[in-house]
């Protein structure tokens, strides 16, 4: 079965979410490989995961605990 970028990315993620510059940095190469559908279904995955909350428009903050 193969495994897209999106889910491969929400799996990086989910992995490296205790480091704070790991996740900017797979997030980044996240955002530079997926679709623009799947960035904004990856942004909603991490706000229904608690990786980051929005804080306006693009500008958001990770919540690192």
């Not at 990086?12 to 623009?36: C, G, P, W």
């Amino acid at each position: 079965m193969k495994t897209s970028y999106l889910d491969y990315y929400k799996m990086i993620l989910q992995k490296v979410s205790f480091d704070y510059q790991l996740l900017k940095k797979e997030l980044t190469k996240a955002n530079q490989i997926l679709t623009k559908d799947e960035k904004s279904k990856l942004r909603k995955w991490m706000l229904q995961n608690g990786l980051f909350t929005e804080v306006s428009g693009d500008e958001h903050r990770f919540n690192m605990s």
